[in-house]
Antibody
Framework: QVQLQESGPGLVKPSETLSLTCTVSGGSVSGYYWTWIRQPPGKEPEWLGYMLDSENIMYNPSLKGRATISVDSSKNQFSLKLKSVTAADTAVYYC????????????WGQGTLVAVSS | QSALTQLASVSGSPGQSITISCTGTSRDVGGYNYVAWYQQHPGKVPKLMIYDVTNRPSGASNRFSGSKSGNTASLTISGLQAEDEADYYCSSYTSSGTWVFGGGTRLTVL
């Protein structure tokens, strides 16, 4: 059974870069779209982007080029970098898997709260 | 991209059936059979309940079913139980190759 776990700082200063890593256990990172989703407190989830391989990456246009997703197959991990953060980027960040026989985001990691504040 | 439109709240009594709707456009819900539904209990991780409009993943109760007509997708929960009380979010693939979520519907079991 595949499990995902996010890790990274819980506090980031405005204008700096948010960096998160998702470790995949119980399965390979090959052949799936590895996804980042965030959910501001009390609001709906927001899809940030996903990556299958270096030629198949999509981002939410609302991020205006600030996001980068990468996959490290050797470590069975994938990551998110979001630059020039503001308070509006404060949210619970989830990693998730998409693809295979189930075309939905499943499973999800437990989520990690990232606050942007000085 | 705009969030898909969902009613803020819906309620029902145990044993009843309720339907939650999700309205988009021809560029998302109406254009693709890639609509999914997620259940989220307070403080918990969203759980996939329906994908590809009508399909249930293993582990999702068969009391949950999905459908679509035009630009509106629907989630029906039959035989309502107290444990179904949660927030429900729809999501859809879009013509831009991205995904969009709905604003969410809070289900209250009376």
């Amino acid at each position: 059974q595949v499990q995902l776990q996010e890790s990274g700082p819980g506090l980031v200063k405005p204008s700096e870069t948010l960096s998160l890593t998702c470790t995949v256990s119980g399965g390979s990172v090959s052949g799936y779209y590895w996804t980042w989703i965030r959910q501001p407190p009390g609001k709906e989830p927001e899809w940030l982007g996903y990556m299958l391989d270096s030629e198949n990456i999509m981002y939410n246009p609302s991020l205006k080029g600030r996001a980068t997703i990468s996959v490290d197959s050797s470590k069975n991990q994938f990551s998110l970098k979001l630059k020039s953060v503001t308070a509006a980027d404060t949210a619970v960040y989830y990693c998730a898997r998409y693809g295979g026989n189930v075309r939905g985001f499943d499973p999800w990691g437990q989520g990690t709260l990232v606050a942007v504040s000085s | 991209q705009s969030a898909l439109t969902q009613l803020a709240s819906v309620s029902g009594s145990p044993g009843q059936s309720i339907t939650i709707s999700c309205t988009g456009t021809s560029r998302d819900v109406g254009g693709y059979n890639y609509v999914a539904w997620y259940q989220q209990h307070p403080g918990k991780v969203p759980k996939l309940m329906i994908y590809d409009v009508t399909n249930r993943p293993s582990g999702a109760s068969n009391r949950f079913s999905g459908s679509k007509s035009g630009n509106t997708a629907s989630l029906t929960i039959s035989g309502l139980q107290a444990e179904d009380e949660a927030d429900y979010y729809c999501s859809s693939y879009t013509s831009s190759g991205t995904w969009v979520f709905g604003g969410g519907t809070r289900l209250t079991v009376l």
